[in-house]
């Protein structure tokens, strides 16, 4: 059975355990484990069909969930809630005599700790909006619920279970304890240097205080957990999150502050999820060392400049679970694209390679960034499938193009950067031409006088050593080279476009 389905995530708070259903359906555990108790979870949809499809097809105790119970509107399922365990809840939204908001409304009013699955097949925004505003803490669009989504998905919703379940029991003790308690709200395009001021429909009061740009600590009393303003604002604004703080170990705002810029961007790029707004931050991290200056560090970074991971499954898949265990800050896995990918975007044009540069700068998260790296991927096979080469040579191409960008001398000879590639010096030409769409003299020469201008606009240096450090033969060759390109030689240029021109 296919149907299109829209999950809005969240979990409930156990109690005890029985079962429930249109008529009471027992359902028992069989493979639970020692440890690891098993989720009793109840399925709530008036569509007889789709319930026992979605029951039927879903390989429960893979993911240790036992389906106690079904019930065919909200209704049932309130009177059941209210004599037996539950731990999961899996509702739709529209249904006779209680719909799945007005359980979702019952259930946030009679069981105040308890989170759900929706099941819906509505794909309106106004829906996801409403179903935030009532509990729910995240939400996932799929087409279609089939075997090959179960283990995605559900294995996101077990850990989610888990580790709100931690979070709740760790928060309420916190809160039970302390007179107040911290969250962020927090505007993750900061990341990126677009932050927004603090939104005019919030209320700023004196216990908000903006830690650094697209990021704001609220200090509330114990009780006031979640303005009512701020959750539908969150789920109106794309870019916009609400993170509340446990375990800190800090007194002041000042150094509750400190530990928030020092800690918070990794956590919240790590651990938020697709479509979560809302989610848990701890502050007993710091002072863990930054990954970036270990030696597992330099060892994934070389796998990474070698560009293998493009074009081969085992070794990406391998890399991104380093990467994920490494956990490095965003800024420096933003600066392995730059440096490493941008020059792909230079000469393979067009269609989702134009689509995935545009959307560079917005990778937030690092399931963003995941997704994005295998979007590019496929583009890149896609776009090279045409070209009659091996992808090692193409590798190797895109090799030269990044020692050539990275020279400091702009003395490209070609064949000995053919030799330190391992590849001959007539082949590595037609490689080049064929896949860049230039000539490798006219490519480097190309780069070598973009230099030149800028030396010659930027500095008042001779003319003759901007040659010699832009690899020319000598002043007069480089000289009669610019007037070819620019109608004037470099003189003139300094005139019209240097340094006393006024114009730099």
Known sequence: MYYTLLYVITIMKPTRNVEIGETPRIGHSTCQKEDVPMIRALVVDDEKLARKGFIAMVPWEQFQIDIIGEAANGKIALEFMQQHEVDLLFVDLTMPIMSG??????????????????????????????????????????????????????????????????????AARTLHQKAVHYS???????????????????????????????????????????????????????????????????????????????????????????????????????????????????????????????????????????????????????KLIEEHLVYWFSFIEGGELNDLLERKSN??????????????????????????????????????????HESDDYDFNRDELAAKLLISGSYFSRCFKDIVGIAYSEYSKGLRLKKAVLLVESTNLPIYVIAEKTGFQDEKYFSRVFFKQFGRNPQEHRKQFGLRSGRV
């Open 184 to 334: 962020l709200l927090v505007d993750v395009s900061a990341c990126a240097g677009q932050s927004n001021a603090f939104p005019r429909e919030l209320n700023k009061t004196e216990h908000v205080f903006e830690i650094v740009g697209g990021t704001w600590l609220f200090r509330m009393e114990s009780g006031h957990v979640f303005d009512s303003d701020i959750r539908p604002f969150i789920a109106n604004h794309e870019n916009w999150i609400w993170a509340d703080i446990e375990q800190i170990n800090e007194e002041s705002v000042t150094e509750i502050c400190r530990a928030v810029c020092a800690i918070a961007p990794k956590q919240i790029y790590y651990g938020f999820q697709p479509g979560q707004k809302i989610g848990l931050l701890t502050l007993l991290t710091l002072g863990s060392a930054d990954q970036e200056h270990t030696a597992a560090w330099a060892e994934l970074e070389a796998k990474w400049s070698e560009m293998n991971w493009i074009y081969e499954d085992r070794v990406y898949h391998s890399m991104i679970g380093e990467l994920a265990e490494l956990r490095p800050h965003r800024d420096t896995i933003m």
């Open 363 to 404: 990778l937030y998260f690092w399931y963003q960034t995941t997704a994005w790296l295998e979007a590019f991927r496929r583009a890149v096979h896609k776009k090279t499938q045409q070209y009659p080469y091996s992808s090692d040579n193409i590798i190797v191409v895109m090799k030269a193009v990044r020692l050539i």
């Open 101 to 170: 908001l007005e359980l979702m409304k019952a259930v946030g009013e009679r069981f105040p700790s308890a989170r759900m699955v929706v099941l819906t097949c509505h794909q309106d925004f106004d829906y996801i909006q409403e179903a935030l505003r009532l509990g729910a803490v995240d939400y996932i669009v799929k087409t279609q619920l089939d075997t090959e989504n179960f283990e995605e998905i559900f294995t996101r919703i077990v850990n989610r279970y888990h580790n709100e379940k931690v979070h709740v029991s760790s």
